[in-house]
T-cell receptor, first 111, second 114 residues
Framework: DGGITQSPKYLFRKEGQNVTLSCEQN?????MYWYRQDPGQGLRLIYY???????QKGDIAEGYSVSREKKESFPLTVTSAQKNPTAFYLC??????????FGQGTRLTVV | AQSVTQLDSQVPVFEEAPVELRCNYS??????LFWYVQYPNQGLQLLLK??????LVESINGFEAEFNKSQTSFHLRKPSVHISDTAEYFC????????????FGTGTRLTIIP
C-alpha cells in the first residue's frame, strides 16, 4: 500500500540530546513537509522540500535540521538548540500542492 | 504570503443537529482549499478539497464546503452530525503558482453531544 511512514511513534529525548525522526514515502511525491503540532496552535511548518537535495525553512525552523538525499526520505533532526521540543510532529507529502498525505505522527517528549 | 483563519476553536453540537465550521483565507494569488480531519493521536486525513470548477464540494460522509471567492471563505457544513464526527478539523490553503507550501488554520475541535 502506498503511503507515508513515520517512526518511531513515540520518542523520548533527554536534555541536550539530538534526535532524528524518520519519514518515508512510497507515493513518488516530489514535495515533503514537516509540521509541528501543539495544542491550540494548529500545524506550524518547520521545513519543506520540493525536490531532492533542496529544502526551505518554514515558519519555525530554528533548532531543527533536515536532509533530502532521496526522494522517498525526509528525516527531521531535533537539535539541542530547540528549547521546547515536546510536541506532535507530522510529516506530509504532496504532488503539486493538490492534496497532502500525512503520516501517523511522532510524539516527542523531553524527559 | 497566505494565511488561514478558523474563528472557532471549539464547537459543541447536539447529535443530529446541523453544524458549520468557519474558515477564511487570505492570499494574493489563486489557491487550492482543503479541509482535513484529525482523530486523537493520528495524522490528518483529507476530508474534501476545492481545486477548480464547482464551488460546492462534498465528502463521502455527508460534509460539504463552499468556496466563496468574494468573501474568501471555505466554510464546512453538515446537515446532521453523528457521534463519530467528533474530531479536530483543519482548513488549509496552498498556492498553486509554483509554491506548494501548505498553510493550515489553528483547527476547530468539534464535539458531538449525545
Amino acid at each position: 500500500d502506498g503511503g507515508i511512514t513515520q517512526s518511531p511513534k513515540y520518542l523520548f529525548r533527554k536534555e541536550g540530546q539530538n534526535v532524528t525522526l524518520s519519514c518515508e514515502q512510497n507515493l513518488n511525491h516530489d514535495a515533503m513537509y514537516w509540521y509541528r503540532q501543539d495544542p491550540g496552535q494548529g500545524l506550524r511548518l518547520i521545513y519543506y522540500s520540493q525536490i531532492v537535495n533542496d529544502f526551505q525553512k518554514g515558519d519555525i525552523a530554528e533548532g531543527y535540521s533536515v536532509s533530502r538525499e532521496k526522494k522517498e526520505s525526509f528525516p527531521l533532526t531535533v537539535t539541542s538548540a530547540q528549547k521546547n521540543p515536546t510536541a506532535f510532529y507530522l510529516c506530509a507529502s504532496t504532488i503539486r500542492g493538490t492534496e497532502a498525505f500525512f503520516g501517523q505522527g511522532t510524539r516527542l517528549t523531553v524527559v | 504570503a497566505q494565511s488561514v483563519t478558523q474563528l472557532d476553536s471549539q464547537v459543541p453540537v447536539f447529535e443530529e443537529a446541523p453544524v458549520e465550521l468557519r474558515c477564511n483565507y487570505s492570499s494574493s494569488v489563486s489557491v487550492y482549499l482543503f479541509w482535513y480531519v484529525q482523530y486523537p493521536n493520528q495524522g490528518l486525513q483529507l476530508l474534501l478539497k476545492y481545486l477548480s470548477g464547482s464551488t460546492l464540494v462534498e465528502s463521502i460522509n455527508g460534509f460539504e464546503a463552499e468556496f466563496n471567492k468574494s468573501q474568501t471563505s471555505f466554510h464546512l457544513r453538515k446537515p446532521s452530525v453523528h457521534i463519530s464526527d467528533t474530531a479536530e478539523y483543519f482548513c488549509a490553503v496552498s498556492d498553486f503558482f509554483g509554491n506548494e507550501k501548505l498553510t493550515f488554520g489553528t483547527g476547530t475541535r468539534l464535539t458531538i453531544i449525545p
